[in-house]
């Protein structure tokens, strides 16, 4: 987002900004002319004033991955796992942005170049040692004869994770093999879990 400014004056006049976002106030009038966006304003007093606006741009779209891979915390042999969330964004909207903002679920990604056409993975966060439970899910009707591996988190405000909103997405959990490489237990979809809730998925 760019700003521009602009002097207001005692009675209301009308001020077109060159570039950027302008906030309104309620009541004010907004008027549009070609590309260029026309504003009623009014002010007590002569005075230099920042606009900024704020549009949606069509084309712009995210999509939310997270990635885990089991471990054991040292001290009490519990099951933990290290999560990593990523964010891969796409541009499509027909021009490049520079120094982008862009708002998703969980939170915004600051100060992104993108070109039209291109996608971009963001690393939101890398967290070690998340507390997990493990449960042997029996359904006969929806799974068979076979448990189900069901893995519980929690959104907790004093854990690792304490996030106002984690977001839905695909999650894979990851373990590791005897030679050391990763091996692919299983994948699903992460509920979107607010501060203090508690996500659950299977992985097989």
């Known amino acids: 987002m760019s700003s ?6 005692a009675c209301a006049r009308r001020i077109a900004p060159v570039s950027g976002t302008a906030e309104v106030v309620s009541g004010r009038k907004v008027q549009r002319l070609a590309k260029m966006l026309y504003f009623d304003v009014e002010a007590d007093q002569d005075a230099m004033a920042t606009l900024s606006t704020r549009y949606l741009l069509h084309g712009v779209g995210w999509r ?3 990635v885990g891979a089991q471990g054991k915390d040292p001290a009490t042999a519990t099951e933990t796992l290290s999560l ?3 964010v891969e964004v796409h541009n499509n909207s027909g021009k490049d942005l520079e120094h982008a903002r ?3 679920e969980g939170g915004q990604l600051e100060d992104l170049n993108l070109r039209n056409g291109q996608r971009r993975q963001v690393d939101v966060f890398r967290l070690e040692g998340v507390p997990v439970t493990r ?3 029996y359904d006969p009707a929806l799974h068979g004869t076979t448990p189900r591996i069901e893995l519980e988190v929690l959104n907790s405000p004093h854990g ?3 996030r106002p909103l984690l977001p839905a997405g695909k999650i894979r959990i990851f373990t590791q093999t005897t030679d050391g490489g990763p091996a692919l237990l299983g994948e699903d979809v992460f509920p979107a879990t607010p501060l203090g809730e508690k996500a659950k998925f ?3």
Do not use: H, K
């Open 4 to 9: 521009g400014r602009a002097s207001s004056r």
């Open 64 to 66: 939310v991955d997270y």
């Open 84 to 86: 990593r969330l990523s």
């Open 102 to 104: 862009v708002s998703f």
């Open 135 to 137: 449960r042997y899910v």
């Open 160 to 162: 690792p994770l304490g």
């Open 202 to 204: 299977t992985i097989g």
